[in-house]
């Protein structure tokens, strides 16, 4: 059944009870047994029934709406893929509904009942750090609703999937910091559960390898949140020996980097003197930092494009991306600046 085919009537003929029994079921009215009331809504969840025929509206006809789930609308990667998507929905004519999650499952969901509410035609995520179950978007596509996600990639095997090559990008800046002569790099890495970071992750070992350098496991540090504060903290735990100090970081991305550039600064270390310095996705502010930060480009704006594309094709049946399933991977550039140039 496809996503919106679901009324009162389907749910009474299934359950074998009248469609005022499940609409006061469905309302928590009195009267009704609390095995009925179960049985309805456990039904009305498996087919995604909506309340007042939202649901069929939205496959009946095109709203010409879609709706962009992120996690945060500040961050400059994300900021840039929106441009793209923006792009794209314009000149087909649609709008776009934008939700940003704060990295939070129940804000993910929440998002979703909303978008759907309003009758959105398709939806392009990059999930939250804390989403690893993906049920809530496997029961959508299982009705047919047409999804596309970008950045990070969820573990639901008919996915269709924009993100570029993270095990490359990090593969490029950590070789970059060997031909500059730095052996003890630390990455301080990104949450464990999503696939960007395990991709920077293996593409830092493997060009440590490459390079002859035995990778350290305690050199590689979660940095989940993200943050300045964070980064700041790990980072002078790291460097606290003098004897025993690293001499580069490649940062997962460039919040990271900055909280690492302060913490070295603060303890007297130079950059990229004493320390090589590389962070990931070009934020704006990264040129204009003292010394200016070597970072991975992620091309923001061409991800959007691509993925809005995709969902576009999708909404209009001219593919079928969800029987044969597509994951576009867009390549990165490695932007040398001053934080890790010492030869």
């Known amino acids: 059944m496809k996503l919106g085919q679901a009324t009162i009537k389907d749910i009474a003929r299934e359950l074998n009870v009248s469609s005022s029994t499940v609409s006061r079921a469905l309302k928590d009215y009195p009267g009704i047994s609390d095995e009925t009331k179960r049985k309805v809504k456990e039904l009305a969840d498996k087919l995604n029934y909506r309340p007042n025929a939202v649901a069929l509206s939205l496959r009946k006809s095109k709203s010409f709406t879609i709706g962009v789930i992120i996690p945060e609308v500040v961050h400059f990667f994300f900021s840039t893929v929106i441009s793209g998507i923006e792009e794209v929905a314009f000149a087909n004519n649609y709008n776009v509904i934008l939700c940003q999650t704060n990295e939070r499952l129940d ?5 979703i009942d909303t978008m759907l509410s309003n009758q959105i035609d398709g ?3 990059s999930y939250s750090k804390e989403t690893t179950d993906f049920e809530h978007f496997s029961k959508l596509m299982d009705l047919e609703f047409p999804i596309v996600f970008f950045d990070r990639l969820p573990e639901i095997s008919n996915a269709v999937n924009v993100t570029v090559n993270d095990f490359e990008g990090a593969y490029q800046a950590v070789t970059h ?6 052996k003890k790099i630390v990455h301080l890495a990104g949450p464990k559960n999503l696939a960007i970071s395990k991709k920077r992750k293996e593409g830092y070992i493997q060009a440590l390898l490459d390079g002859g350098i035995t990778p ?3 050199l590689i540090v979660e940095c989940a949140a993200g943050t300045e504060k964070e980064s700041f903290d790990v980072t002078i735990v790291l460097f606290d020996n003098p004897e025993n100090r690293p001499d580069a970081i490649f940062a997962h991305h460039d919040i990271v980097a900055a909280g690492a550039m302060m913490a070295l600064k603060s303890i007297n270390l130079r950059i990229p003197e004493d320390v090589g310095l590389v962070g990931y996705s070009n934020w704006q502010f ?3 930092i003292d010394p200016p930060l070597s970072t991975v480009s992620q091309p923001g704006f061409k991800i959007g ?3 809005i594309t995709m969902l576009l094709e999708m909404i209009d049946k001219k593919k079928d991306y969800q029987k044969e399933p597509v994951h576009v991977v867009l ?12 030869l």
Do not use: C, P
């Open 107 to 111: 804000r993910e969901k929440s998002s």
């Open 123 to 125: 939806l392009l995520v």
């Open 177 to 182: 910091l060997i031909s500059q002569g730095y």
């Open 216 to 218: 350290d496991e305690s």
């Open 286 to 288: 990264s040129s204009m």
């Open 305 to 307: 494009e691509t993925a």
């Open 331 to 342: 390549d990165t550039e490695l932007l040398i600046r001053k934080s890790s140039v010492r």
